[in-house]
């Protein structure tokens, strides 16, 4: 599907570690396609317009979790939240509930891997990552959250993703 990883990568970046430690991303990216295609109009033909529409969606998911998550801590055990307690996409449930046990194997793996390598970056690094490539801001918009200059946030970027390029392993 288009724009699936970087949806992914977007959602593990929004959720932080203590939302990630009580739903599990995957659903979330769920439930923003299904947020998504509940829309009455056509999902965007346009790349940039889609991916527009699914962060704005994604944020907004991240949201209705922290809420869901703040009104839970009422009680004193910390444990994962159920997908009723956040979703608003009941009308269009997945046919399952869970993938296959093949597809969780390498779905967690493959998480496990991108969120292992993106935790070991310094802070600047994950930050420009997460402004530019998961919040989609353009260059001058990361450099004024920055309070730097944009040559200064397009260098930053490139040595940021080789950098967790590498840590992967992937060749440059």
Known sequence: MRHERRLRLLLLHLMGT????????????????LRALAIPEPLPDDDDALWRLLARIARNTVVDIARAVRASKRTAVV?????????????????????????????????GDLQAAFDRLTAEHRRVIGLRQFEGLSAAEAARRMGRTETAVHSLFRRALAAWGAILGEPE
Do not use: K, N
């Open 79 to 111: 444990e994962p939240l159920l997908r009723t307690s956040w979703t608003r996409a009941s009308a269009r449930e997945p046919a399952a509930d869970t993938a296959g046990p093949a597809t969780r194997l390498l779905l967690a793996e493959r998480q």
């Open 18 to 33: 203590v939302l990630r430690s009580r739903v599990e991303p995957e659903d979330v990216v769920q439930e923003v396609w």
